[in-house]
């Protein structure tokens, strides 16, 4: 499919740039000092592996997360906010990288959809109550 | 040969399930009683001549019959023999026809038991039939599993390495058993509108719990085998194919507190129908996620896109076909019972509210980013956050409401009463809330309020099990399924927050620590399974300085896929689990390694455990008091006079 077909050549793309990366992927560097590490990890898993199924950067070997994770640990010893490195996968990647979809417009159906249908079908439990209470009498 | 007779019985099944449709169908009228006998027998046939089919293709993978080219592709001379079995179901055309034995499985039982009269049996079998016809010619049409291959090649490619394991070598019939065991409600349902007989949901009772019991226990096969297969201890990952699953299971279970109202009080009729529909489309929905190739992962086989379109419009077909008769039908149905605002009805009622919101939840976060990419081409990605936001409050209230159900009566409860007996569970509660807050590291307010809940869903079915005491085994049906909810919250909770992990290079003779445990690294050696090679390594728990257990964490590398696959080793107290991933090789001995501790994991399943117990407990009071039911029950006739 279409899809798959762009997603095969991103990772080959990524292949290619960064075949030494391979064979680093299951240790990442780590900060000597635990918050930083600590907020390495909590970002890493805010960030999608694209090329895997449903892995988020910290959990994945491949080589995309292996780069996503040394990009990411780089701006964090830059000093970089955690907003400026969001912004900047995102301006990478697309908000397809994001674990947690961004809340605007095109994506309220989708934050707001559950409880809309929680509220409906909480109404219809309430004049349902109603009516079978009312039954009774 | 073999394929020829697996193709011929295919062809004689469908001729089957046709007459069985148009039988089932005709016999659901009063005076049809030889269309009936018809369609009862072409349900034998149907099951007989589809497990023929299947036999023959299981027959063809044992005997590695390469020029069939399902096996072909999928199987391979090297592998152990459960594989070469479970291989059948690895692929997508061999899973297709496990689907259909089993819906023809079904149809058998409907037709064996005969469960809620002769019409709306007959006419619950017509609708099975469609539905089998349907995916039958789905399979010769387009999946066809006997498909020949000239010349046959010498070697197969092999089944996917990481589906070369026990857990998933069950993991598909036991989903499949839960997926399609809808069909069997849904049939009984569509039956019961076309009927108009009101002992439908008392009829398809043990086929709602069968398939709920097989859904919960697929469920948790499927989650277990991620956590120890995948290598980084995760145990759901939210994602569109687990998805596809938990929908049909949130469901069913709203559809068997719903057709519970429905039997007892006559309640919430056209809300269980459609619940019945709904089921067993999202089933259908699941099936076309997974096969259709519009997700990626290990269990989207199919990406060929006329596959696809074809269960696009078998979906259509069944769900659009079932809706019209609800909307047709629906209408001519009694209103409701009268029940008092503080009563059984109303708990159940709420339960609905909160499943059917946590599905939608599900529901909109799994098509959303499809559908968004088809409508603009904006391509966004929903994970883990958005369902800690969204479904897991939804999901948490309705837990606070569990206790409550059981414990009020039909039609008139007393709250208060019911809210004193449950003091004792309240009391759990708190002090599960402040040894949590008092005792584990680190502090966690989220994970205080879980183990609140837990302790409060516990203590209630603790209280519930004394209350019935000495009463029959399914009055306790309740209860343990009410527990295995709050026991999975328990291990979910402790392994989200108080997991600790440790990624390190050790060389051999080194040890390494994670969590409470020290691990003394001796190397590793290089193995040779029956199809692949693995480099195995070996760690030694050390508890104050003398070995204790061994963990054999290995790396295996299949041969005739040329992939890699980590096989994790786990020591477990019951309580906790000691979880070993090996990693690279590092030159001089030095291996990668990851390992997590992970406290209260075994938990998450043995709680999926005790509520498919529940299940059973509840089916088998059925079943023994399954004589008095199968005279036509139907105190009365729900369908108003037309």
Known sequence: MKCSGVKTVIALLLLMGSSNAV??????????????????????????????????????????????????????????????????????????ILTKPPVEPAT???????????????????????RAGKAGT | MTGELGQLALCFALALSLVMAVAGLLGAR???????????????????????????????????????????????????????ISGVWGNHEGSMLLWVLVLSIYAALVAGLQRGGPRLTSAALGVQGLLAAAFLLFILFTSNPFLRLDPAPFEGAGLNPLLQDPGLAMHPPMLYAGYVGLSASFSYAAAALLVGEAGWARAARPFMLVAWMALTCGIALGSWWAYYELGWGGFWGWDPVENASLMPWLIATALLHSALATEKSGAF????????????????????????????????????????????????????????????????????????????????????????????????????????????????????????????????????????????????????????SLYPALGLAAVACVVVLAVASPRSLAAAGAFAVAGWLIGASILDIRKRRGARASAFAAALAHAGLGITLLGVTGTTVWRSETLTVVAPGQTMTVGPYTLRFDGVTRVKGPNYIADRGKFVIMEDGKAGATMLPEHRLYLAQGQDVTDTAIHTTGLRDLYLALGDDRDGGRFAVRAYVSPLAPLIWLGGLVMALGGALSLW????????????AAPAVAMAAE
């Open chain 2, 621 to 632: 009071g059925r079943l023994r008091l399954s004589e008095p039911e199968n005279k036509p």
């Open chain 2, 30 to 84: 009063e005076d049809h009683t030889a269309a009936r006998s018809v369609a009862v027998s072409s349900a034998f046939g149907l099951f007989v001549f589809v497990a023929l089919a299947f036999g023959t293709l299981t027959y063809a993978f044992i005997i590695s019959d390469f020029s069939i080219m399902d096996v072909a592709s999928n199987s391979n001379t090297l592998k152990p023999l459960v594989y070469k």
């Open chain 2, 269 to 420: 009729r056209t809300w269980s129908l459609l619940l019945a529909i709904a089921g067993f489309s999202l089933s259908l929905i699941g099936t076309f996620l997974v096969r259709s190739g519009l997700t990626s992962s290990v269990h989207a086989f199919a990406t060929d896109p006329t596959r696809g379109f074809f269960i696009m419009v078998l979906i259509a077909l069944a769900i659009g076909g079932a809706l019209a008769l609800f909307a047709w039908r629906a209408p001519t149905l009694q209103g409701g019972a009268a029940f008092e605002p503080a009563s059984r009805e109303t708990t159940l009622l709420l339960n609905n509210v909160f499943l059917v919101a946590a599905c939608a939840c599900v529901f909109v976060g799994t098509l959303y980013p499809m559908v968004l990419d088809a409508i603009n081409g904006t391509k966004i990605s929903v994970g883990p956050p958005y369902y800690v936001l969204t479904f897991a409050p939804i999901f948490f209230a309705l837990l606070l409401l569990v206790p409550f159900g059981p414990q009020l009566n039909w039609r008139r409860g007393d709250l208060k009463a019911v809210w004193r």
């Open chain 1, 108 to 130: 309220w159906l989708l934050w707001l959809g559950p409880f809309g249908v929680l509220a409906i079908a909480g109404g219809v439990a309430w004049v349902t109550i109603k």
């Open chain 1, 23 to 96: 064979f680093a992927a299951a240790v990442p560097e780590t900060f000597s000092d635990p918050a930083k590490e600590a907020r390495a990890r909590h970002l890493q898993r805010q960030f999608f592996c694209l090329i895997c199924a449903g892995e988020s950067v910290d959990e994945s070997n491949s080589s995309f997360a292996t780069d996503v994770r040394r990009l990411l640990r780089e701006q964090i010893a830059e000093g970089k906010t955690d907003k400026q490195i969001q912004d900047f996968f995102v301006a990478r990647y697309g908000a397809a």
